[in-house]
């Protein structure tokens, strides 16, 4: 396969296995799903949505988050990791939010990239899932399946974020990262990766990364 039938297959696939995409953060607005991107940073989905319930029952808006000390935060949010820098960034934010924005998060990457703790892979998903504004955030998952699937080179996110945009229509980007990562937690984990469950990557996979894959296997028999 070119490199354009290899896009296509991709998209085909992943159409097909997932014809309604499930949010992987429970949130319901711009804020609370801004507060759960923070927290997921070296952190499960599946503990994220442990953690955000004990803390919005406090704080489900910034002003209700800035009468809460930051330890307060810190304190509910242990459980995801990083939380003395997540809990400074949480309060710092809903201040600035406050100040700024009318208490509102703005739909404006550069915007969202001036608030603390928010890098470019938390705007993306803000804008993406909270205002449909087309955006690819790469994730780790994103990013070792673009690299198996030879569509990128694989040295830095930020490449790979562009070779994303570059191959894949921008009308699909904002279903599309969510199928990939989706995919690779189902079928192309980093760990305990089984090939032939792996439809996609079997099919187009980098041929460095398939004769890899077939050199561990049999060595470890």
């Known amino acids: 396969m070119n490199k354009q039938e290899r896009v296509t297959f991709v998209i085909n696939t992943l159409k097909e296995l997932y ?3 499930p949010i992987p953060l429970d949130h319901k607005d711009p804020y609370t799903l801004l507060i759960a991107v923070l927290l997921s940073a070296q952190c499960t989905d599946v503990r994220v949505n442990q953690i955000t ?8 808006n910034p002003y209700d988050m800035i009468k809460m000390s930051v330890e307060e935060i810190k ?11 997540k809990s400074k960034g949480i309060h710092g934010l809903s201040h ?6 009318g208490g509102k ?9 001036e608030l603390p703790a928010v ?16 955006a690819f955030p790469v994730d780790t998952h994103i990013h070792r399946l673009m690299y198996r699937w030879n569509l990128t080179n694989g040295k830095n996110v930020v490449q790979t974020e562009k070779d994303a945009k570059r ?5 699909i980007w904002n279903d599309l990262h969510l199928q990939i990562i989706w ?9 305990g990766w089984d090939l032939d469950k792996d439809i996609i990557t079997k099919t187009i996979g980098k041929k460095s990364v398939l004769d890899e894959y077939y050199n561990k296997k049999k060595s470890s028999k």
């Open 96 to 101: 600035i939010l406050i100040d700024k924005h």
């Open 119 to 134: 890098g470019h892979k938390t705007a993306s998903v803000v804008m993406s899932q909270a205002f449909g504004v087309p």
């Open 53 to 60: 319930p004990l803390l919005f029952a406090k704080a489900d």
């Open 167 to 171: 191959i894949f229509p921008e009308e």
């Open 105 to 113: 998060v703005p739909q404006s990457f550069e915007f969202l990239e």
């Open 19 to 21: 014809p309604t995409i």
């Open 75 to 85: 304190e509910i949010i242990r459980p995801c990791g990083l939380s003395p820098m």
């Open 183 to 191: 995919y690779g937690r189902q079928y192309s984990p980093a760990r």
